[in-house]
Structure formats: C-alpha cells, structure tokens
C-alpha cells in the first residue's frame, strides 16, 4: 500500500499561479503510475493530469493543457502539480491517486490510492 498527502491548496486570483504537491508514504513510490483529480462541488471527480512512473510520460486533460504540469521526484515519493493561469473554472478539491497499473488512465475508478484532496479556490 501507500498512503498518500495532498498539500499546497489555497486562494488564488484568476490569471495566478498554485503549486501542488502530493507526498506518498509506504511502498515503493516509483512503482506506481500518478494522476491528479479534482472535484467541484456537486460535480464529479475528473482527470487532470497523469504521470508516468520514471516521470517522462505525461498527460493533460485539454482543460489544463498549456497551464498545468506534473512532475515527479521519486527520490522523495513527492508529486508535483504547478498551476499557472488559473481560472475560476478551476476551483475544486485536488486529489491525487496512485496505482500500480498502466499509466496515463483517467478514470478514478482505475486508481486505488488517494489521497485526502487539497482546496484551489480562484477567485475572479
């Protein structure tokens, strides 16, 4: 297993910029695949970013493409999420989630880590 904190959230005015990390604790952190998430209130959970297990794979959802970037450094089982531009349209609960499967999947249901999520809240 691996137990996984989310940190960084926080207020923000549109057009500003939020750092996300997510520290992972238990097994053997390059093992597995990363993504973030997020939830909006009343909405569903979706796929923000993935990460491949050595870091050089990466993916976006075409909501984020061009502003976000995911990074990992495995040497401290840290994810790394760097908001740039940031809308109102992305206010939401961050989560990340691991798993040991193939990476780049963008369905919660396929990740069994997460961690407790972190507040982005931009205001306009």
């Known amino acids: 297993q691996v137990q996984l904190v989310e940190s960084g959230g926080g207020l923000v005015q549109a057009g500003g910029s939020l750092s996300l990390s997510c520290a992972a604790a238990?097994?053997?952190?390059?093992?597995?695949?990363v993504a973030w998430f997020r939830q909006a209130p009343e909405k569903e959970r979706v796929f923000v970013s993935a990460?491949?297990?050595?870091?050089?794979?990466?993916y976006y959802a075409d909501s984020v493409k061009g502003r976000f970037t995911v990074s990992r450094d495995n040497a401290n089982s840290t994810v790394f999420l760097q908001m740039t531009n940031l809308k109102p349209e992305d206010t939401a609960v961050y989560y990340c989630?691991?798993?040991?499967?193939?990476?780049?999947?963008?369905?919660?249901?396929?990740?069994?880590?997460w961690g407790q999520g972190t507040q982005v809240t931009v205001s306009s």
């Open positions: 989630a691991a798993d040991m499967g193939p990476w780049g999947r963008t369905s919660p249901l396929q990740y069994n880590y």
């Open positions: 238990g097994r053997t952190f390059s093992n597995y695949a």
């Open positions: 990460i491949s297990r050595g870091g050089s794979g990466t």
